[in-house]
């Protein structure tokens, strides 16, 4: 599997951890996010706008999403209701927020992150199909030339409701860390396949730095004995 695989006790405290980490080691100014959608990323943000107050300085935060249901912005499935309702609306306020638009197609997005060039955090999901952001196995995203960084998709399984509009690879690729968080023994599956080498739309994903914060349920035996961290485990 490409980048480096850390079992966690406290996943969404590991995750506000480094998020706050990343933040205080940033290249610029500014400091660019890109969210997630899931209920993973719900409990993560929550944590994140509870660790981060005083350690934050949200003004200077730009942020993204990695990918978007085709849904109106308050449906209960849209990803910008998410972050606002677990992150921006409890941080106060971020120094621009670039929520993304179906309606608008992809090119707009695309121009948008081509401009700003990397992201500093990319924050991704796992599927227990394997998925991340909205690339679903044999899903045309997945393939997308290596000049799209933002796309319109769908799963082909019909698994995932809603048309999207996701980062490609590529667009992924401009991270300078991906930030996996994957939580629950629903995903243990998943996580075996993608250290076993299966070419599952997760294990694609590249990237300056790549981290996987996996909580036990998930974590494959083998590496929930040798990487606990924040736990019991050897460090
Ligand atoms: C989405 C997400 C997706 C999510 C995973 C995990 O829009 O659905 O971006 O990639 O992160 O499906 O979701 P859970 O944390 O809810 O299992």
Redesign the pocket.
Known sequence: MNGELVVVDDLAGEFAERIIEAFRHRSNDEFSLAL??????RRCYERLAAESASRIDWWLVEVYW????CVPPEDADS?ERLGREALLERVGAAGSIHPMRCDDGPDPYQMRIGELGRLDVVH?????DG????LFPGSPGLDADPGRLVVMNEDPSGS?RHP?MTLTLSGIARARLVLF?V??V??RAAMQRIVDGEDLPAARVHADRVVWLVDREAAPLAQAANTMVGGTGPA
């Open positions: 997630s959608g899931g209920q993973t990323a990695g990918d978007e249901r990803n991704l999901g796992l599927g227990a998925h991340t952001a909205s995932n999207r968080t939580a629950g629903e995903k």
